[in-house]
């Protein structure tokens, strides 16, 4: 039976602006079992990053979490002291940020920095802890690592230094690895080779690990669950097979035909219509209407329950509804109170501000 690590319950997070309160996260909740991986996946501002944020309480002077728990190894760490959260983080939890350029420090050498760390959260001394910052370095495929030390961030490429990152944050060896967009700035064939070098680390460690982005296809292979957001709310979740082989969110749909097919090079990609959602003026219903094309009156109205697709899957999506609706396989905490599915006047709900 598998182990869980981390359990994220009916999560709220919000930020005060001049505007009025962002909910960027909205009611989530998930686990992560020992040893897993688990891809979040959204557009920019769909409360992905502001997640893994929460979790580490990282955020911004004007973010705080609203309401809902997070649970590690069963005790909720919202309510732990800032003393317990610094134990937490690095020793139990750590974080590789979106930039390793502007997460480095450019006046330390990469030797200060991993030893910095090493010495925070551990009990080594002196010679320890720069043995320990070498084999780091070792772990994660950087040669001659005894120079490398020595060096400064700008002295390495873009690659090595996310290599430095995940050195960094694997120095105490924690249970959960939070990799927040790990892959964006690298070119192509660099980012092959350090979700590969991810892979191997968790393998070796026995560590979950959560990968924060905003490309499917960067994570096909690599997740064990997925989970889709949008608008501080997930719209799906389920096994990499499920999501990528039969999507049942119209937002996951595209997303996924946002990304290239390798069997059919001359097909056109198609963008999903419209623009992200404003996180000041929410829509009563499911945050995807304005840019749904299979956008019904109740989607406007209702925000949609996360129903099981089968043991694997879950989404929330009113079309879901009224397809088991119509086949007459309605979940039974539906039956009695059916929504009325009633399409939208032609027009509306293709992407525009209807």
């Known amino acids: 039976m598998s182990e869980v690590l981390l359990s994220v319950k009916d999560l709220h997070t919000s930020f005060h602006t001049d505007s009025g309160e962002v909910q960027a996260v909205n009611g989530i909740s998930f686990n992560v079992d020992r040893g897993e991986v688990l891809g979040i996946v959204g557009e920019s501002g769909s409360g992905k990053s502001v997640s893994a944020y929460s979790i580490m309480q990282i955020l911004a002077n004007n973010g705080y979490i609203k309401s809902g728990e997070i649970l590690f190894k069963g005790e909720d760490i919202t309510k732990w002291s800032e003393k317990q959260m610094s134990e937490f983080r690095g020793k139990c939890c750590s974080i590789i940020f979106q930039d390793p350029m502007t997460s480095l420090n450019p006046v330390f050498t990469i030797g200060n920095q991993i030893e910095e760390a090493i010495r925070l959260h551990t009990d080594k001394k002196g010679d320890e802890v ?65 979700l590969e070098l991810m892979l191997d680390l968790q393998k070796k460690l026995g560590m979950a690990i959560i990968i924060v982005t905003h490309d499917l296809g960067v994570i096909a292979d690599m997740c064990d669950t997925i989970i889709v ?35 059919n090079m001359k097909k056109k990609l198609i963008p999903i219509a419209g623009s992200p959602i404003n996180m000041l003026n929410m829509p009563n219903g499911c945050a995807f209407s304005a840019r749904c094309d299979e956008c019904m009156k109740i989607c406007l109205e209702e925000i949609p329950q996360e129903i099981r697709i089968n043991q694997d899957h879950l989404a929330a999506c009113w079309m879901n509804i009224k397809e088991m609706t119509e086949a007459g396989k309605l979940p039974e905490e539906f039956k009695g109170e059916l929504p009325q599915c009633l399409r939208l006047p032609e027009g509306m709900g293709k992407g525009g501000n209807d």
């Open 130 to 194: 720069k043995a320990r910052a070498k084999e780091l370095l070792e772990l994660v495929g950087i040669n001659d690592p005894s120079k490398r030390l020595k060096q400064y961030p700008f002295e390495h490429s873009g690659g090595m230094r996310q290599r430095v990152m995940i050195a960094m944050a694997l120095a105490c060896e924690p249970d959960i690895l939070i990799a927040d967009e790990p892959t964006t700035a690298l070119d192509v064939t660099i980012q092959a080779q350090i």
């Open 229 to 263: 957001m949008y608008g501080g709310r997930i719209c799906e979740r389920g096994t990499a097979d499920e999501i990528f082989y039969n999507p049942k969110h119209e937002y996951t749909k595209g997303l996924l035909r946002s990304i290239p097919s390798i069997n």
